[in-house]
């Protein structure tokens, strides 16, 4: 019996799902993914429709007609989701000769088809009704064409598992980012299901299926993100906290799951009875455990999976800073330096900024929105005049590692030695930056190309001049 809880998860799925496939394809008419992800929805919707004949609709001789005709239409979502795999993410093949696994899916999938359409062992999809269509005489051969269609079926998935390693294999930059979110999403999907059949015969009280249907929703919306490239690179991230935040837990179910396990057989020996009291005391160490193995685990994670995404990188520091100190003397330029790092630190919060590492008067912060470091840079200029500093800023955006707090790569290097080129007062900012603000309303001023020590190429550099808008 389907729960009002997996009611409403089938419900968001085929709701959201179009939504997401519809705005792939007006975006991106010529890309096949968008029509396939608004085909993914039809299988549940076909067999839900099945049913609902089946219970409504009398003469029941004629509801199984219908609900026969709806059945074998319904192939069409487990279709889309093959098709996916094989033509995701820019709708094209690696190369010819990967055209031969669409065509044993075709084969495989038109086969088990009409094997299962007029054969006596395939019941109708509702409440395994007898197939309205079957032909005695031939269920042997349509038991053959179901085996030939079975063999088809392997030999199209183990084309698509090859296609999708050496689609990987080949892929970098973008690309890869989006094959990333597609896998993302679907082994969020498709764990469950296998925890769901591996559990089937133990009767657990979890319910994985349940669980799975609950996740469905995330295959389509990752998908959305991938192809539409919206925060693209945010997926190493967030591979790194799953992966953190599913091994904490894995530990702390299995660590303190046993000793439930041998506490309460000690409890029942002792008392003759199970023991809520265990069990709570229990639960409140897992929680308070949870924070000392996170911290544990996470360095381990990103030693093997670091995190990368896109930041904008500022780094700004005061102009004269050691002339200020001979002129103020250590005590005075102490409570200088103070005010001018509370100031940063409050345009900071305030734009939304994270503060990577401050040494002496230099700070390095990061930013997911590059108006927003733009903003910051331009504010902390102006709150540091106000107390008779100057600062120079430079600000650049890229790919970065992170592990744990720390950011790092060569584009922090590089933001660096952006700032190092930068004048006094100046907001200096990479060709990259100029791209990512292309839209907002800022007058830049070439500063023509640039050496930076210890990165490689040359640099073209831009000076903020104004920026509209901008406080």
């Known amino acids: 019996m389907v729960t009002w809880w997996q009611t409403a998860a089938i419900g968001s799925f085929l709701l959201v799902t179009p939504i997401v496939g519809g705005l792939i394809a007006s975006r991106k008419p010529e890309n096949p993914v968008g029509w396939l992800v608004i085909t993914l929805p039809l299988g549940f919707a076909l067999n839900f429709a099945a049913d609902d004949v089946v219970r409504r609709v009398r ?3 004629a509801a199984l007609g219908v609900a026969w005709t709806i059945q074998q239409l319904s192939v069409a979502g487990i279709t889309s989701l093959l098709l996916l795999l094989i033509y ?11 055209r031969i696994v669409p065509v044993l899916l075709a084969i495989g999938i038109g086969l088990f088809t009409v094997g299962g359409a007029f054969s006596a062992n395939t019941p109708v999809f509702a409440q395994d009704l007898p197939n309205p269509l079957a032909v005695a005489w031939l269920a042997p051969v349509m038991d053959a064409v179901k085996v030939v269609a079975g063999l088809g079926m392997l030999a199209a998935l183990l084309g698509i598992l090859a296609l999708i390693i ?10 890869r980012q989006q094959m990333k979110w597609f896998t993302y999403g679907a082994t969020i999907v498709i764990t469950p299901l296998l925890l769901a059949l591996a559990t089937g015969p133990l009767n657990l009280p979890f319910d994985f299926y349940t669980l799975a249907l609950t996740l469905f929703l995330i295959l389509p919306i990752t998908i959305g993100i991938a192809i539409l490239r919206y925060r693209l690179y945010d997926i190493d991230l967030l591979i790194n ?20 396990v041998a506490l309460q057989r000690i409890a029942e020996t002792v008392t003759g009875q199970h023991s809520d009291l265990v069990a709570a005391a229990l639960g409140a160490g897992a929680a308070l455990a949870f924070g000392p193995i996170r911290r544990w685990v996470r360095p381990v994670v990103d030693r093997f999976l670091p995190a990368r995404a896109v930041l904008t990188l500022l780094f700004t520091d005061i102009v004269g800073s050691t002339q200020a100190i001979v002129e103020l003397g250590d005590e005075r330029w102490r409570m200088l330096l103070g005010r001018y790092r509370a100031a940063v630190r409050q345009e900071l919060a ?16 990061t930013f997911s929105r590059p108006v927003a470091g733009l903003q910051c840079a331009w504010a902390i200029r102006s709150a540091v005049k106000k107390l008779g500093l100057e600062t120079r800023t430079g600000v650049h955006i890229g790919e970065c590692e992170m592990r744990g707090e720390k950011v790092s790569g060569i584009e922090v290097h590089a933001a660096a030695r952006v700032m190092a080129e930068a004048g006094d007062g100046e907001i200096l900012v990479s060709d990259a930056f100029r791209d990512a603000v292309s839209g907002a309303n800022v007058e830049l001023l070439d500063r023509g190309r640039h050496w930076l020590k210890g990165v490689p190429g040359e640099w073209q550099l831009y000076a903020v001049e104004a920026a509209q808008g901008l406080p």
């Open 59 to 61: 003469p029941i001789d």
């Open 88 to 98: 995701f993410p820019d709708g094209r093949l690696p190369s010819p000769r990967w």
């Open 166 to 175: 050496v689609r990987f294999r080949r892929s970098q930059g973008e690309v």
């Open 350 to 365: 305030r734009t939304g900024g994270h503060e990577v590492d401050t040494a002496g008067d230099a700070f390095f912060a």
């Open 241 to 260: 906290r799953t992966v953190v935040y599913a091994t904490v837990t894995a530990a702390l179910v299995a660590v303190f799951g046993l000793a439930n």
